[in-house]
């Protein structure tokens, strides 16, 4: 996050050029409003940019829930780590049963018809 914001508010770049080039690219997806950081959408609102501490903190509101929703891994995109730690997810999950060997079909119906 510091090099875009260092771009869009000051015009810094990085010495690298490469580098530079990266940040110029993915500036334009961003934009600055009251002094915080938001990545740009098409048709959907400005999603604010949170640091690493913040965002797991958010995640792990959402997945324990004030509202006891206690989301997974399908709705949580980031949270493989958390749901992995957590001890009611790891109890309750959804346990896949396959068969002990792999199922054959049968090649001709003729032998149970009646």
């Known amino acids: 996050m510091t090099p875009i914001i260092s771009f869009l508010q000051h015009g810094r770049l990085p010495q690298d050029i490469e580098e530079a080039r990266k940040v110029k690219r993915r500036a334009t997806r961003f934009t600055i409003l009251n002094d915080t950081l938001y990545k740009r959408g098409i048709s959907m609102p400005y999603l604010k940019c949170v640091d690493e501490e913040d965002a ?5 509101e959402i997945h324990e829930g004030g509202c006891g929703d206690h989301a997974g891994l399908r709705s ?5 780590e958390l749901v992995k730690k957590c001890d009611k997810c790891q109890r309750f999950e959804n346990v896949q049963r396959l068969p002990i060997e792999k199922l054959t079909t049968i090649s001709s119906p003729w032998p149970f018809a009646q």
Do not use: P
């Open 76 to 80: 949580l995109v980031d949270a493989r």
């Open 56 to 60: 797991k903190y958010i995640l792990k």
